[in-house]
Every structure is written in C-alpha cells, then in structure tokens.
C-alpha cells in the first residue's frame, strides 16, 4: 500500500480552502494549512493536521522564493489547487527545478494558458471554442481603436488577479466612458515574477460585451486524471452576483448536460490537460451560441455543491496524482440543487424584496435559500466554527455588504 502524501493548503482563509482541507481531511489526508495570519478560518478546522505560517500571497516574489525553498527542501509534497495565485506563484516556483519536483498540478504553461486571459483568449482560439472579441490594449487610444471596431458596451477585466489584486472590471458603454475610465491598475512593488510573463500586466484586458436578454453564465465543473480523462463532471449555472454585474457568484443551480458540453470538455482537455476545472461559458439561450470566458484551473467557488452531488473533487483530485485510494464523501438521498454565499445572498433578496419591484419571485427565492435543498459556501454542522468566522467577515461592514445591491442598475 503507498504511503499517503500530504497536502498544502494556503488558502484557508476562502471557501475553496476550506473545502479541500474537509475532504481531504475526511479521507483520512494529513493537511498543513497555511497563511499569514493565524486566525485564518481554514486553522480553525477539525480536519486540519497542522497549521504554519507563511509570506502573504500578494506579495509574489517573497511568497515564490519562499515556496521554492520549501519545495526545495522537501518540507512541501503536494500543494492543493485553490486559487489563481497559488496556481501562479507554484508554477513561478516549479519553474526553478527543470520538472524534478511534482506537486500534483498541470503543467506550467497550461496554467499560464488559464491565467493570462490573453492567452486564454488565443488558446480557445486555436481549440476552436468561440470567445468574446479581446484585446490588450496598452493605451486609451488602443482601447478605443477596439471600442470602434467591435462597438459597445466593452468590459474591462484585469490580466489576470496576480498583482492587480481584487479589481473586477468595469462596464464601457461608450467612448466617451472608456476615455474617462480605462487606464492601468497599480501593481505595486513585489510583483517582478509576474511582470516577467507579462510586461503589460497593469493594462486591463477589454473584452466585447455579450449583450443578450436573460443571458446565461454556465460552468462546466470537474476533474482530469493524469492522463487527461474525466473522472467527474458537473453542470451548474450562476444566478446571482455579489456586488452585482461583476462580482462573485453567491447562487449557483445545478444543471444538466448542454448541446455544447463535449466541446467545453475537448477544449479544457486540450487546454488544460489535467486536474480540477472550472469552464465558465456564456450562453444565449435563445440561438444556442456560446462563448467560453475562463478556465479556473484549480478549485472554484460552488466547488461544495459538486462534492456534495457526488463529485468528490478533491479526492479525486488526491487519488489521480498519488496513485492511492481514499474515502470519498458519498451524496445525501437528495442531493442540493443549489448552491449559495448565505449573508450576500439573503442581503440581496431583502434588499430586493424592500425595493421591489419583483417582490413575489425574490420571496420565492428567499424561501428557497432559507430551505434544504441548498448547500453552503462554508457552513458544516460538523465543522462549525470556520463557518461562523467566515460570515461574521461580511458584518463587520454592513454598509460595504448593503450598498451594492441598493445602487444596482
């Protein structure tokens, strides 16, 4: 019997850290979270093995240099695949030993493929999966010579979040908009590695609106195994956002297969070639054109609903790089439908039910939240304290939680 292999977790402070470090723990995974603050909620489960503390994942350079001693030394084995940053600044590391050193992940210039949206752009491209019209401009005039050309709105979006931390873009419905408002992010100091593969990262990425009514963001969710086979597939499609328009999914609905689901898994397979994934697409319900917009190449945000549905994806994803069985965790008789961010959600359909003026549907989508059908983003009886930390996170700033949703429009 192989001996287990443990696993680094550095996310711990997010809901995808958390969800690896719960299953892995339950299959019996020696876990080491990580993160720069020790009251971190991810420390705080029962399913963690040991915690130790480490650079700060916006710092790049320290946390690379720092991550390739440890990989150096043999004090790191696997590292789990939670976020965009940890997927970069290992790839970053890795570079540094010629291939020598496995960590579980995709290659590197594969997860270069997902995260720099501009190379994202070209390798969908060249997979044959339609994208958005896209362009990396490096000036105003650039942005507007492609605002002339492909029209309006435009949508902005950084690079990629390395170094350009938590900006999620901002909506162009005109030339004059896009004058006033597109310029770089400020990347700061720290941030070399990542400037390496991309000299122009602090200039955003514009990016053709797909305009469309009752336009659907679809993700095709699951895993590869080492030799590039699905092990687990999912269908889910994002229902609401917060803060709204461009912000992150707090309601996710399972879904079945679409007309173009074996095209997405032929380009993550190409793209990607292995491991956990998420494929966001852009679907017009009414022509049935779609248009891939992201390849998450690690966890993702609604990855409790997929394992609890039956797609244990972090023990799969264990299971396909060591080689070794595990338990995995197997679905209630009646599996969740949903998936939801509980207090941004429940703020957004009070708000919305004091606003109006679809008061009847938010009433029925907030019995839904309120019911059994759902699973949480963190919430877990048998892990409770995490949870509590999380959402205790968004009260401490009431107005920044509320003001979104009453300025929507």
């Known amino acids: 019997m192989k001996e287990l292999r443990r696993v680094a977790v550095f996310d711990a402070d997010l809901p995808t850290g958390l969800a690896m470090i719960r299953s892995l723990g339950r299959a019996g995974v020696a876990v080491t979270a990580f ?23 916006s710092d790049t350079d320290a946390f690379v ?21 940890v997927m970069f600044h290992t790839a970053m590391a890795l570079a540094r030993f010629d291939g020598s050193i496995d960590v579980g992940h995709p290659k590197p210039d594969a ?38 050309k492909v029209g309006y709105p435009l949508v902005s979006k950084p690079r990629t979040h390395v170094g350009a931390g938590l900006h999620r873009g901002e909506i162009y419905h005109s030339e004059d908009e896009l004058r006033a408002g597109f310029g770089p992010y400020d ?29 659907e963001v679809v993700s095709v969710s699951g895993c590869l195994d080492a030799d590039g086979e699905v092990v687990a597939l999912h269908h889910s499609k994002k229902m609401r956002l917060w803060p709204p328009k461009l912000g992150i999914g707090t309601l996710f609905v399972s879904e079945e297969r679409r007309a173009f689901t074996d095209h997405a898994v032929e380009a993550v397979k190409a793209v990607l070639g292995s491991g956990i994934f998420e494929f966001e697409v852009l679907v017009d319900p009414v022509t049935d054109e779609y248009w891939g917009i992201d390849l998450n190449p690690r966890a993702f945000g609604q990855l409790t609903l997929d394992i609890a549905r039956g797609n244990d994806l972090p023990a799969l994803w264990y299971e396909s790089v060591t080689g070794c069985s595990v338990v995995r965790q197997r679905p209630p008789v009646s599996p969740p439908l949903r998936w939801q961010m509980a207090v941004p959600l429940l703020t957004d359909l009070t708000v919305s039910i004091a606003t109006g003026p679809e008061r009847v549907s938010n009433l029925r989508e907030l019995k839904l939240a309120l019911g059994r059908s759902s699973v949480g983003a963190v919430a877990d009886w048998r892990d409770p304290l995490p949870g509590m930390m999380f959402n205790r996170s968004f009260l401490r700033h009431p107005g920044g939680l509320v003001r979104p949703y009453l300025s929507r429009g």
């Open 111 to 148: 997860i270069l493929d997902c995260l720099l949206k501009q190379r994202f752009a070209t390798a969908l491209d060249r997979v044959g999966f339609s994208t958005p019209a896209t362009s990396a401009p490096t000036s105003v005039e650039d942005a507007v010579a492609f605002g002339n």
């Open 187 to 215: 990347i700061g100091i720290g941030h070399s590695t990542a400037l390496t593969h991309d000299p122009e990262l602090a200039w955003p990425l514009l990016q053709e609106l797909i305009d469309v009514p009752e336009l």
């Open 65 to 85: 240099s720092w991550l390739a001693e440890e990989l150096r030394t043999g004090r790191i084995d696997l590292i789990a695949p939670t976020s965009d940053s």
């Open 35 to 57: 993160h720069e603050d020790p009251k971190a909620m991810g420390r705080h489960s029962r399913y963690v093995t040991a915690f130790r503390p480490c650079p700060k994942l």
